[in-house]
Structure formats: structure tokens, C-alpha cells
Nanobody
């Protein structure tokens, strides 16, 4: 699977950004998709996941209530709407897909995402 994230940039605290990730190389509608982020000097952190149909979502504790993940199966694209951004949200954001054995699963544990796209930088100024 090939993944390409876009939409990052510089925003002031309290602002919003919408990230997009285009996927190719597998049947997009059969898989959970996710977003992760990595800040300088820190480990990669799970941000959000979404079921194949888009009907179920799950989030990391640090973004609950502020970020929303969605997907458009017709466009093979997953989105991350980020509101009320904080300086601590500054990171490189990556979209991710699970290994092929997770096809048709409605949930994938964060540790079982195995494919990563090129990230997009999000910088939140105070």
C-alpha cells in the first residue's frame, strides 16, 4: 500500500487544519486506516483510527474531542480534521495502514499498523 499525506502547515494555537491521505495499492474500503504523529525527540504516538466503513472511530487520549478522523472510500482518502490546536500538537503526522492480515477487521490495535506514508509537518505556534 502507498500512502501520501498532505495538508500540514503553520497555524496559531486555537486554529484548525485538515490533513488528507491518499491511498493506493490495496482495496481501501476493506481496511482500518489511522493517523499517527511524531514530535522531535519523542516516540511515534497513535492519534486516530477509523473502521473500513467509516462508521467507527477511536482516538488517542491527547486528541479526543478536538480531532476527527473520517474517510471517503470512493476517493481512497482518509482525513484528519484538527481543531483547537495546541503547541503540543506540533509534530510530523503520518497516515498508516495495517498489515494485510487485518483485512475486514473493524479495529486494529495501534501496535499493528505496519505501513506508513510520507509525513506532513504540523506546527502550532503559541
Amino acid at each position: 500500500v502507498q500512502l501520501q499525506a498532505s495538508g500540514g502547515g503553520l497555524v496559531q494555537a486555537g486554529g484548525s487544519l485538515r490533513l488528507s491521505c491518499a491511498a493506493s495499492g490495496r482495496t481501501f474500503s476493506n481496511y482500518v486506516m489511522g493517523w499517527f504523529r511524531q514530535a522531535p525527540g519523542k516516540e511515534r504516538e497513535f492519534v486516530a483510527g477509523i473502521s473500513p466503513s467509516g462508521g467507527d472511530t477511536y482516538y488517542g487520549d491527547s486528541v479526543k474531542g478536538r480531532f476527527t478522523i473520517s474517510k471517503d472510500n470512493a476517493k481512497n482518502t482518509v482525513y484528519l480534521q484538527m481543531n483547537s490546536l495546541k503547541p503540543e500538537d506540533t509534530a510530523v503526522y503520518y497516515c498508516a495502514a495495517p498489515r494485510s492480515e487485518w483485512e475486514y477487521s473493524d479495529y486494529v490495535p495501534p501496535r499493528d499498523f505496519g505501513s506508513w506514508g510520507r509525513g506532513t509537518q504540523v506546527t502550532v505556534s503559541s
